[in-house]
Nanobody, 114 residues
Framework: QVQLVESGGGLVQAGGSLSVSCAASGSIFNIYIRAWYRQAPGKQRELVAVITSSGSTNYADSVKGRFTISRDKNTVYLQMNSLKPEDTAVYYC??????????WGQGTQVTVSS
């Protein structure tokens, strides 16, 4: 099993920056994809950014050019720049193993004030 532990989150003003991280432990050799999702109150959870085991990345159109996903060993990061109030949400770390199962972090609140 994979365990995901998030760090970061908090309150930031519009136009500011924030970075969140997610450390994976357990059966990390089975991880195929790492990703960040977010969920605003009353809305469905949406995919924000992904990074594969080969290092390929992809982003939602709403964050492309502002957010950067990266990985260092077993820790994945999401660097968020030029933040907007619309980015306010709970951000969740996600890992997909080669068998197809998904694992989730506990989530961390990111609030962007206008």
């Amino acid at each position: 099993q994979v365990q995901l532990v998030e760090s970061g989150g908090g309150l930031v003003q519009a136009g500011g920056s924030l970075s969140v991280s997610c450390a994976a432990s357990g059966s990390i050799f089975n991880i195929y994809i790492r990703a960040w999702y977010r969920q605003a109150p009353g809305k469905q959870r949406e995919l924000v950014a992904v990074i594969t085991s080969s290092g390929s990345t992809n982003y939602a159109d709403s964050v492309k050019g502002r957010f950067t996903i990266s990985r260092d060993k077993n820790t994945v990061y999401l660097q968020m720049n030029s933040l907007k109030p619309e980015d306010t949400a709970v951000y969740y770390c996600n890992a997909v193993v080669r068998a197809g199962s998904q694992f989730w972090g506990q989530g961390t609140q990111v609030t962007v004030s206008s």
